[in-house]
């Protein structure tokens, strides 16, 4: 999104959080504002932070529970969420990415990996953090779709183009056509549990279903 700011809603249970966060963007020299903050889930929901294009969710915002039902509301409303976690976990990486969460930082990493994911899910690019990058390379069992190997071959076309006239000419198909084979694969996602409505959705699926690797992005 070059020239725009990004707006952010910062939904955290520390205000120590909240406030580190805030000051980390405005040292990034990005330009990333704090249109809201708070505790609830509410403030990403009403008032300035309904206009954010970014929010950064705490896993944990009450004591024993996931906020896994407040991700759930931000994703049906086709917000781009960014779960940040106290603490590396494959399980809950994977449950985050399966609801719809575009990426999934933990707090020990720092403010350059914020930032950059931060950016990355403001223009839709794809963004790895390490602790997702482990999750996905782990033994963790995703339910996987089956791809027609034309739809796989659309797929990783597309990971390696600009846009989807490039793989239309690379193919030798219509956009159009593009458009349907991207649209049968999220329906096959969709079906088995693990939504990609995005492109970063669906490079994160074809790592953990192993039809690119990591080192390939």
Known sequence: MPGETVQVALVDAHPVVLAGIETWYAASGKPITVCAKGDDVSVALA???????????????????FAYEELKTLVAQ??????????DSQTAAQTSLDLGAFTFLTKAEGERHLVSATLAAAGGAPYTSPALAATLGGDFPPRRPMLAPREAEVLLEWFQSDSKAEVAA???????????????????????????RTKAHLVARAVQDGLVALDDL
């Open 78 to 87: 086709q917000r781009q969420v960014v779960v940040y976690a106290p603490q």
């Open 170 to 196: 690379s193919l030798g198909i219509s956009v159009r056509t593009v458009n349907t084979y991207l649209d049968r694969i999220r329906v096959k996602y969709g079906d088995a549990g693990r939504p990609a």
């Open 47 to 65: 008032g300035p932070g309904r206009a954010a294009d970014v929010v950064v969710l705490d896993l944990h915002l009450s004591p024993g529970r």
